[in-house]
C-alpha cells in the first residue's frame, strides 16, 4: 500500500467514533471573504479500508462557521451553492497543545458508510484561541476553507475536524451536520 493510501486510510474510521469537542467560541471568528478564498479541490472519497481505521478523541476544535454563518449542534448547514461553500475554525492538537499536523475537514455520510476528506491549511491567526486555552502556540490554528461540494450526493454529512500525531489519527466533533441538496 503506497504511503498515500496509508495516509488516506488512516485518517477515517470515523465511522466509529464521534467526539466532542468545545462549543463555539464566544468570540466570533474572524471575517471570511469568500469571494476572496480560492477554491481548491473537491473532497476525496475515502475507500472501504481507509474507512476501516480507527480515529482516537481529540477535544480541542471548533467548526463555527458556514458561508459566514455560525453553525450549531441543532440545526444542519443548508448551503445556498455547493461549488464553493466556505467553512471557518480552528483545529488544535489536545495533547501537545501545539499547531497540528495534516488536519482535515472530513464528511461522514448520515445513514450509510460513505466518507470523503479536505485538506486543510491553517493560515487563520486566532489570538482568542490562544488566550482562552493559555497556549500562545495556538495563535495560528485557524482556518478558513472554500470547499467544492459538488461531489457528494443528496443527504446530509457529519463534519469532523482530524488530524495526526505520530501516526495517529484524531477526530474532533463538534456536531455539526452539512446538508447537501434537498
Same mark, same amino acid.
Given at each position: ?23 463555539? &467560541? ?5 471575517a471570511v471573504d469568500a469571494a476572496a478564498a480560492t477554491l481548491r479541490d473537491a473532497p ?17 476544535? &471548533? ?76 495563535? &495560528? ?6 470547499? &467544492? ?34
Amino acid at each position: 500500500m503506497s504511503k498515500h493510501a496509508i495516509h488516506r486510510a488512516a485518517s477515517v474510521a470515523v465511522l466509529l467514533l464521534l467526539a466532542g469537542c468545545k462549543e463555539p &467560541n464566544q468570540t466570533p471568528a474572524p471575517a471570511v471573504d469568500a469571494a476572496a478564498a480560492t477554491l481548491r479541490d473537491a473532497p476525496v472519497e475515502l475507500d472501504a479500508q481507509a474507512r476501516s481505521v480507527g480515529l482516537k478523541p481529540d477535544a480541542l476544535c &471548533n467548526l463555527e462557521r458556514g458561508d459566514g454563518k455560525l453553525l450549531d449542534s441543532s440545526t444542519p448547514f443548508k448551503p445556498a451553492v455547493l461549488n464553493g461553500v466556505v467553512f471557518a475554525g480552528w483545529i488544535a492538537d489536545g495533547v501537545t497543545r501545539t499547531v497540528p499536523a495534516s488536519p482535515l475537514l472530513v464528511f461522514k455520510q448520515t445513514g450509510g458508510e460513505r466518507v470523503w476528506q479536505y485538506p486543510l491549511t491553517l493560515d487563520v491567526k486566532r489570538d482568542d484561541v490562544a488566550h482562552d486555552t493559555g497556549a500562545q502556540s495556538l495563535a &495560528n490554528v485557524g482556518f478558513s476553507a472554500n470547499v &467544492n461540494l459538488t461531489v457528494l450526493p443528496p443527504g446530509t454529512y457529519r463534519v469532523l475536524l482530524v488530524h495526526e500525531r505520530e501516526g495517529v489519527r484524531y477526530a474532533c466533533d463538534n456536531g455539526r451536520n452539512v446538508l447537501v441538496g434537498g
